[in-house]
């Protein structure tokens, strides 16, 4: 072990309710992993709706200026749930932040009586893949050519489900 990586302290994170105040930074991590990224307009068009809600991943030593590691929206209607879109900061991958933003989510949906929770993703995407798996997602669709990939292929969107009763 290095000096340096004995004195560095791993980031820490908070996961907090998002606000209109994260859309410019959710749309800067947004560009980060996805092809097509959502600009903070059309991100702040859905955290204004009533249905919507998410999280957001902020460093419990940055304050609110710096990037935050990852975010989560859903919406919520009636009982049933989707997740419409979530990103980790790609050099917080595999830190557990996802898994963070999604228990906010199912802690939240669960509190507010939803049954159901659906979600989209790319097939190639084998880290999200395994993250819903672990969290009792199940297929109950595919979307064939749906996710455009560099070079003009084409891939699928594994629709998902988890039953929250």
């Not at 947004?30 to 204004?48: C, N, T, Y």
């Not at 929770?117 to 672990?134: H, M, P, R, S, T």
């Amino acid at each position: 072990m290095s000096a340096t990586s004995f004195f560095r302290r791993p980031a820490e994170f908070e996961i907090l309710p998002l606000t209109s105040e994260d859309c410019a930074s959710a749309s800067t991590l947004h560009e980060m992993g996805f092809k097509r990224p959502w600009s903070d307009g059309e991100i702040q068009a859905l955290v204004s709706q009533e249905t919507v809600f998410g999280f957001v991943a902020r460093r419990t030593n940055k304050g609110t200026q710096s990037l935050p590691g990852g975010f989560v929206l859903a919406r919520l209607a009636a009982n049933e749930a989707e997740i419409l879109t979530i990103t980790v900061r790609p050099k917080y991958r595999q830190s557990g932040i996802g898994w963070r933003l999604m228990g906010a989510v199912l802690r939240h949906l669960r509190a507010e009586g939803a049954q159901t929770l659906f979600l989209e993703v790319d097939e190639g995407n084998e880290a999200a893949v395994a993250l819903y798996q672990k969290l009792g997602f199940v297929q109950v669709g595919e979307r064939e050519a749906y996710y455009k990939q560099d070079g003009g292929a084409r891939t699928a969107a594994l629709v998902l489900r988890l039953d929250l009763e």
